[in-house]
């Protein structure tokens, strides 16, 4: 029996109910295989946490945390708390501190969905985001606060080893895909520095890669090319900042925030990944029991193939495109499922399919 130790931390807002919805497919799921078994352990680290504590992660948080094979995060972010204050207590710590250096943000329509966009069913796009530098170095500061001469500086931090492992891993990953077609996204036509060499980085690395084919967009033509020539796109690799922008514009132009899942990983494995949904905590529907889990099952699938659970990964996203396809929609995509109605009716097809392919 493989035992996988998953770290959950729901966090703030929908993050709890996201979560534990994922978490009960994961178990239907383990269930079903009987050749894995996850062992949950829940990590209380939240807004809420931190206004009665004064930290997010407790001192020795991060060592406990490394011993885990992965980490489900739900949402972080509190009306209470400053965004900047509660990203960097708590999400970013993660992400930096175990360099979770790629991160994977998918992006497709799955049936039953449809996408805002006229020929939005054409969207099947991965965007590769630099998780680790970049515009999120934390690299700034102020001077002369509240004075009329008072400076704020915001300096992104691109390195070469950055850049580098970022394009390797865009290619290795456009290089599985059919298309293997790579896209370099940047804005080094007004930014002549970092930009520029991210790009002659790029074609660095693509020597290497004879068989993807590459193109390059400048960041704002490539909104445009999402939204009228969305075939054209495969993979797509870009830097903190803008793969953060372009990520959410795929979202939603695969149907809504709310399917929208993200692998931050460390490819070398020398610290657990982490796995969240996109979206994050949305207040306006917090406690009301309608949040798309759909993120939270498909961020699942990622870990579960992260782990090497592919049969068990393929199983989640069929289970997860029938429901989707039976049209068991919350109302962020029309339907008036609640979270428990798509949990329940995934669970169920997990369950009335319960053989597996051969893992191989
Ligand atoms: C995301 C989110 C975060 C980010 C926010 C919550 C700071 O938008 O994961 O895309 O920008 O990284
Ligand atoms: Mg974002």
Same mark, same amino acid.
């Given at each position: 029996m493989r035992v996988y130790k998953i770290a959950a931390i729901p966090a703030d807002g929908i993050g709890p109910e996201v979560i534990a919805a994922g978490l009960e497919v994961v178990e239907t799921l383990a269930a079903c295989d009987g050749g894995f078994r996850i062992e949950t352990e829940h990590f209380p680290w939240s807004s809420a946490y931190y206004l009665e504590? @004064?930290?997010? !992660? /407790? $001192?020795g948080g991060l060592d406990r945390l490394?011993?885990?094979?992965?980490i489900f995060f739900g949402a972080v972010g509190s009306q209470q708390v400053p965004d900047h204050v509660s990203l960097w207590g708590l999400r970013l710590p993660i992400a930096q501190g175990f360099d979770q250096y790629a991160n994977v943000r998918p992006a497709r329509v799955l049936p039953g969905v449809k996408s805002p966009?006229? @020929? &939005? $069913?054409g969207i099947d796009w991965v965007i590769v985001r630099e998780n680790? $530098?970049? $515009?999120?170095?934390g690299n700034g500061g102020r001077a002369?606060? &509240? *004075? /009329?001469i008072e400076v704020g500086t915001e300096t992104a931090v691109f390195t070469r080893v950055g850049v580098e492992r970022i394009h390797r891993f865009a290619f290795d990953l456009a290089r599985k895909r059919p298309a293997k077609h790579l896209t370099l996204v940047t804005k080094s036509n007004a930014q002549r520095f970092g930009m520029v060499m991210w790009d002659e980085i790029f074609y660095e690395v693509a020597a290497d890669y004879p068989d993807v084919k590459t193109d390059r967009e400048l960041v704002d033509a490539v909104t445009t090319r999402m939204v *009228?020539? /969305?075939?054209? *796109?495969?993979v797509i690799v870009a830097t903190n900042l803008h793969a953060d922008i372009l990520s959410d514009l795929a979202a939603a132009l695969s149907g809504s925030l709310g399917i929208g899942p993200t692998a931050n990983l460390n490819p070398e494995r020398q610290f657990p990944s982490m796995f969240e949904p996109i979206? &994050?905590?949305?207040?306006?529907?917090? @406690?009301? &029991? !309608?949040?798309?889990p759909v993120a939270t099952f498909w961020t699942a699938a990622m870990m579960l193939e992260h782990l090497g659970e592919d049969a068990a990964a393929k199983h989640l996203m069929a289970a997860v495109e029938a429901v989707t396809a039976a049209k068991v929609h919350t109302p962020d995509l029309g339907?008036?499922?609640?979270t428990a109605d798509v949990t329940k009716a995934v669970c169920d097809y997990l369950r009335a399919r319960k053989a597996f392919e051969p893992r191989v």
């Open positions: 504590h @004064g930290h997010y !992660i /407790p $001192e490394k011993t885990f094979d992965a966009l006229i @020929g &939005g $069913e680790s $530098e970049g $515009e999120y170095a002369h606060r &509240g *004075l /009329p *009228l020539k /969305p075939r054209t *796109l495969d979206h &994050g905590s949305a207040f306006d529907i917090t @406690g009301k &029991g !309608i949040a798309n339907g008036n499922a609640t």
